[in-house]
Each structure stands twice: as structure tokens, then as C-alpha cells.
């Protein structure tokens, strides 16, 4: 049984903004991307698929699209679209019970040890995902941003990324996803929409999503941090 990671790296980043793909960003002397994959080719998967814009114009420059490890696909519209085009390359490569890890580009700070721990669970049946219990009160709000009411957080987690799947199984729930018309945010949704039940092994709180553009300083803080482990 082998081991593929798909990288959906197509995101334009509307919430950050600016020129430059957040992925392209300078992140303590190289792009955001070249770290994340090198933290997810610390566990030598048999190949990695990232996937790119139609447009992208930055990967081409990276030393990243030398290395033979890694395939390039492209991506779509939504997060879901360019994870589909990511399985897609992988047909005929991967076995249907092969495992599939799929990590945004945009976390960086990954660790070799959260993504074995991840591995671990790779026997149960429903996927698995890296997630956080969440530590924050949490408040809905209305469109005028008054609080109308807060939520229970008992039993709340917020999922990270890398998500595990069984090639096959990922597969068929992506495509089931896209036909009923439920774009989903994350594997584990998808999944669970197809009737597994994914589970939820704890990973660190550090492996943050770059999202707004003071996280670049708290990404930058998190690996220097981790250097020093
Ligand atoms: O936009 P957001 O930060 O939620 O994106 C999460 C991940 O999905 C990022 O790695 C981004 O590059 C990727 N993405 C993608 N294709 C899209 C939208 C997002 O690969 N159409």
C-alpha cells in the first residue's frame, strides 16, 4: 500500500489579497509552498500532486517543478475542484485502498510528527483528519455584527489539514459531493456526507492556516520555534 499527498495550491487568496498568491509569499527566505512540501516529502509518499491555476505564472520559477517527486496538476474554481483534478492525476497510479494525504498549501508549519501521527489511524475505515479542540468562546453574530447568541463548544474541533483517505473511497465522495451540488470545504465533509465517519486525531495548534497577511509574522514565529525544538 502506498502513500500519495495532493496539495491543492490553486487558491487565489481573496482574503489576503494583493498581487502575489499568498503560496508565493516570501516566508523566512522562501515561498510558502517550497516549505510546505518539503515538510510533506519528509515522509517520502510515493508522489505529491500539486495543483496549480490555470494561470499561475509563479510554480514554473520554483525549484519544486524540477523534482521528479512531484506532479503538476490544474486546479479549478473551488478547493474541491482542484482536489478532484489532484485524484484525477492520479488515476492509474494510485491503487483504489492506496492512502491519499491532502494538505492546503498554505500551512506551512506541518509537522513530520503530526502527519506520521496521522498515518497511524490509517487502518480505520472513514478517513481520518488532523484537528484542534477549539479553545475559543465562540459567538454567532448577526450581519451587523451583533452577537445573538453563544455556541456550546463541547465537543468542537477545528479541522486541519492534512486530511487521509482511501484513494477509491475519496474518489467517489468528491464526485458524489459535486453531483448533489454541496461543495464541501474539506475532505472530511465530503466524507461525511457519503455516510463515513471520519475520525480526528489531535495535531498541533501551530500548523496555522496563512489566511490574512499578519499570519506570514506568526508563520514566520511558529518555524523558528520549531527550529529550536
Ligand atoms: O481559500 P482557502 O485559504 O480556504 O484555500 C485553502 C486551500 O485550498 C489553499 O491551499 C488553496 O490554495 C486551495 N485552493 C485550491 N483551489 C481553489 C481554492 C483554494 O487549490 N479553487
Known amino acids: 500500500m502506498k502513500t500519495w499527498v495532493i496539495v491543492p495550491a490553486a487558491g487565489g487568496g481573496r482574503r489576503f489579497g494583493g498581487p502575489v498568491p499568498k503560496q ?62 489532484g485524484l484525477a492525476a492520479l488515476a492509474g497510479r494510485a491503487a483504489a485502498t492506496d492512502l491519499v494525504l491532502v494538505h492546503d498549501v498554505v500551512r506551512p508549519c506541518v509537522t513530520e510528527a503530526d502527519i506520521r501521527a496521522l498515518l497511524a489511524v490509517a487502518d480505520y475505515p472513514g478517513g481520518a483528519l488532523l484537528a484542534a479542540p477549539v479553545s475559543d468562546t465562540l459567538k454567532r453574530v448577526d450581519d451587523n455584527g451583533v452577537v445573538v447568541g453563544t455556541e456550546p463548544r463541547a465537543g468542537l474541533w477545528a479541522a486541519l489539514t492534512p ?67
Do not use: M
Open 163 to 229: 486530511q487521509l483517505g482511501r484513494y477509491a473511497v475519496l474518489v467517489a465522495a468528491l464526485a458524489q459531493a459535486q453531483q448533489s451540488g454541496c461543495e464541501f470545504t474539506d475532505e472530511a465533509a465530503a466524507l461525511e456526507a457519503a455516510g463515513y465517519s471520519p475520525r480526528v486525531v489531535p495535531g498541533r495548534r501551530d500548523n496555522l492556516k496563512i489566511t490574512r497577511p499578519e499570519d506570514l509574522a506568526l508563520a514566520a514565529a511558529v518555524l523558528a520555534s520549531q527550529e529550536a525544538e
Open 24 to 85: 508565493y509569499l516570501d516566508l523566512a527566505g522562501k515561498p510558502v509552498i517550497q516549505h510546505t512540501l518539503e515538510r510533506l516529502l519528509t515522509i517520502e509518499p510515493a508522489g505529491l500532486v500539486v495543483v496549480i491555476a490555470a494561470d499561475d505564472v509563479h510554480w514554473q520559477r520554483l525549484p519544486g517543478a524540477e523534482d521528479p517527486r512531484i506532479l503538476v496538476a490544474r486546479g479549478g474554481a473551488e478547493r474541491a475542484d482542484s482536489v478532484r483534478a
